[in-house]
């Protein structure tokens, strides 16, 4: 990736930030984020846009961004398989709001979520090899697995692009699914708690679509951050133009091609701030929000 040519004043540039949610601006484990809120807040005052970068689907994120403040912001989920564009970030005649996305138009990137299953169940078959995808979950192993409350565990479950499975066979029998996937147009990306089946598409092709939409309705170029923590998030890390792998996870093997990168010290939205502060906040003293913890 080449390295972008800055403006003479940087606070003159616009910026967008892309981040992972679980591990990263999430806790891990508590999935909270209060560390992270002085931030949020500043940056929505200077008008940066920071769009989380997921696995969740749409269904989990229309009122998690709710939360976190970031009604009027992008989202990719289901690993860059599918897009919410909220008004400004949308052309009037190519897209159009869906009812049930609450005004956001609703772009799929990838293959139709009963292709991707039924293939699944189709090699599952025919290989002899062992996973459960989360679809043949019960509830209750849902919850257990990733410690989300039975309301959100529902929205986990509505998904339009990806299916998360539990593999429980060998190395050498997945890296032969992997290999066999493709010939179906489907990838397996690896998380913190699951195996992501998508239709070929990963989180830094959705990046990288975000940012020529915003290039196209703005005409200029935006200085982009991203922040990961995982295998899932490497090409979201090199696909913007500084980047943070923030400790935790997988983190200690994660490896990107991106000359501009730092590993936090802290965890989680801790190492968040961390990150930020790092690229932006002796950057220009302007971006620092008055409670900024590091």
């Not at 290989?127 to 979950?137: A, H, N, P, Y």
Request: glycine share 10%; charged share 25%; aromatic share 8%.
């Amino acid at each position: 990736m080449t390295t972008k040519p800055l403006l003479l004043d940087p606070a003159l540039q616009p910026r967008l930030v892309f981040t992972d949610l679980d591990g990263s601006l999430l806790d891990h484990d508590s999935y909270q984020w209060q560390q992270a809120k002085p931030w949020l807040s500043r940056l929505k005052t200077l008008g940066v846009p920071v769009i989380p970068v997921t696995c969740r689907t749409r269904a989990e994120l229309l009122p998690l961004r709710k939360r976190l403040g970031l009604c009027d912001t992008p989202f990719i989920a289901e690993n860059g398989s599918v897009i919410g564009l909220p008004p400004a970030w949308r052309h009037a005649h190519l897209e159009r709001a869906s009812c049930a996305s609450e005004g956001l138009a609703m772009r799929n990137l990838g293959l139709d979520i009963a292709f991707i299953r039924k293939r699944l169940s189709v090699w599952r078959e025919r290989l002899g090899v062992s996973f459960t995808l989360m679809g043949e979950m019960s509830l209750d192993e849902v919850m257990s697995l990733t410690g989300l409350s039975e309301s959100d565990a529902r929205l986990a479950r509505i998904r339009q692009g990806s299916e998360p499975l539990i593999w429980r066979g060998d190395s050498e029998a997945l890296a032969n699914f992997r290999d066999t996937l493709q010939g179906d147009g489907l990838r397996l990306v690896q998380g913190r708690r699951f195996w992501h089946a998508t239709g070929g598409c990963d989180k830094g092709g959705a990046v990288s679509w975000l940012v020529e939409r915003f290039k196209s309705l703005r005409g200029c170029e935006p200085l982009t951050l991203g922040l990961g923590d995982g295998p899932n998030d490497q090409s979201l890390l090199e696909a913007v133009d500084q980047a943070v792998v923030i400790q935790g996870g997988e983190a200690s093997t994660l490896a990107p091609r991106q000359p501009a990168l730092y590993r936090s010290q802290a965890a989680g939205p801790s190492g968040w701030v961390e990150g930020i502060a790092y690229w932006w906040g002796k950057e220009d003293a302007r971006m620092l929000p008055k409670q900024a913890i590091f």
